[in-house]
């Protein structure tokens, strides 16, 4: 299996948290954790993630934008 660099955008603590833990033991490598839109925007910029998962309900701006 190939290991994926992910970027997680959540910004609930808890649920930020057991979804790093979960997408860990599965192997994969969880490149950063955003609490906003425009924090996520950069960590993409800066981090290059294969893989982005994003929650669409963020406090301040959503993760589809």
């Given amino acids: 299996m190939r290991v994926l660099r992910i970027l997680l955008i959540e910004d609930d603590i808890v649920m930020a948290m057991l979804l790093t833990m979960m997408l860990e033991e599965m192997g994969h490598k ?3 954790t955003e609490r906003t839109a ?3 925007i950069s960590a993409a910029t800066t981090d290059r993630p294969d893989l ?3 929650d ?3 406090i301040g701006g959503n993760g589809i934008e």
């Fill in 56 to 58: 669409v309900n963020l």
């Fill in 30 to 32: 969880v490149c950063g």
């Fill in 38 to 40: 425009g924090g996520a």
């Fill in 52 to 54: 982005i998962i994003a």
